[in-house]
């Protein structure tokens, strides 16, 4: 049950995008289209899962003083296999995620939750957080990327539903400012209700 | 000229907060008044440029020659890492006023995305030491010229009466969108 919570979290309740506006700078930056909002989210959840592990199982042999920059070359470390798999596997969302790939290693969210949780709790928790963070992560990446993408260019998933021109301009980069705003008002509006 | 480019495209044409979505937290998160925000742009063109020329380096003479590119993101964080912690006690000690006035968003520098982020274009487009240079310091004014209009709007946005949903964040990204909408008027400038 207490597992449940812990990974079920960061789907709504403390949301690292819409609640905690945590890693900001790649949820603006990649969501032109719903697939790019994906891969961006699946490559955080991985880094977020890998890190949050590692640093539980060491938490106890880090000195105290030197636990950041430990963190940090922990999650660098992940960020690297992450940029080469993806340059190897997937060349086509390696481009189009670009530099944020690299920028993931200062996503507020990895090392928020590796301080914040992964330093204290077991392995197993950990675990589950990182996948939940990380998962809730990837679905506001996705919802965002699919509304700007369907008012941006009438489609989903690279699947068209509008012929012809949509508005633009949700596709560039006001569109990711205002979606999002909006976004985080509807779901304000949603929690106040329930 | 080329310089003359570089400038007015970090600047304008290619914001590095509006156009780039580089260093978005501190954007939104000491936005609130106008004083503390010039002090965070400050800070942050001090670090931005010092990083982007400790990288290039690193990345010129050692990565390069002994083919460990691979290892960028990671010396490159560490780098910018020790070398806000080397500005702060340096600072500290030089100059007590400068301290005060940038000492306390100094430790926030390092989670910013806009310092790592510009090193790795300044070495992914293949710039010089002087262009990397110039590239840093039009980026930072750049950052520090959308933080100050944003401040300035922000600081008015208090006294409004905003729809109750839309309080607090929301009206403050649908905010920074008409302000990035505004600079894509630039588009075209270069």
């Known amino acids: ?194 | 000229m080329e310089y003359i480019i570089i400038i007015i495209s970090a600047i304008f044409v290619s914001n590095i907060v509006l156009a780039q979505f580089l260093g978005i937290c501190p954007f939104l998160g000491v936005s609130g008044k106008v004083s503390t925000s010039v002090g965070m742009s400050g800070a942050v063109l001090f670090v931005m440029t010092i990083a982007t020329i400790v990288t290039w380096l690193i990345e010129t003479y050692i990565l390069e020659p002994f083919g460990i590119t691979f290892l960028q993101t990671i010396s490159f964080i560490l780098v910018i890492a020790s070398l806000v912690q080397m500005v702060e006690i340096i600072l500290k000690k030089i100059s007590p006023p400068l301290y005060q006035a940038l000492g306390i968003f100094l430790p926030l520098i390092t989670t910013n995305c806009a310092v790592l982020g510009v090193a790795l274009l300044t070495v992914s487009r293949g710039y010089n030491l002087m262009e990397g240079v110039v590239f840093a310091v039009a980026s930072a004014l750049g950052f520090g010229l959308a933080m100050l209009l944003f401040a300035g709007i922000r600081e008015h946005l208090d006294l409004m009466d905003v729809p109750k949903g839309m309080r607090g964040v929301p009206i403050a990204l649908v905010t920074a969108g008409i302000l990035a909408l505004a600079f894509m008027g630039f588009i075209g400038l270069v």
Do not use: H
């Open chain 1, 1 to 194: 049950m207490d597992q449940w919570k812990n990974f079920s979290k960061g789907f709504i309740k403390d949301n690292p995008v819409f609640v905690l506006l945590l890693g900001l700078c790649p949820t603006l930056a990649v969501t032109s289209s719903a697939i790019n909002g994906l891969g961006m989210g699946l490559a955080t959840t991985f880094v977020l899962v890998c890190s949050n592990m590692v640093v539980s199982l060491i938490k106890n042999l880090i000195p105290d003083k030197v636990r950041i920059p430990s963190f940090i070359v922990i999650i660098a470390s992940f960020v690297t296999i992450v940029e080469l798999i993806m340059e190897g596997f997937a060349p086509t969302l390696f481009e189009a995620l670009g530099i944020f790939i690299p920028l993931i290693v200062v996503n507020c969210i990895v090392l928020g939750r590796a301080e914040g949780f992964a330093s204290k709790q077991s392995f197993i928790s950990s675990l589950i957080d990182g996948l939940g963070m990380g998962l809730g992560f990837a679905f506001a990446l996705t919802l965002l990327g699919a509304v700007r993408e369907a008012l941006g260019n009438g489609s989903i998933f690279g699947y068209k539903f509008i012929e012809g021109d949509a508005i633009l301009v949700f596709i560039l980069s006001p569109g990711g400012f205002i979606v999002l705003g909006y976004l985080i008002a509807l779901l304000n509006r949603i929690k106040k209700t329930t």
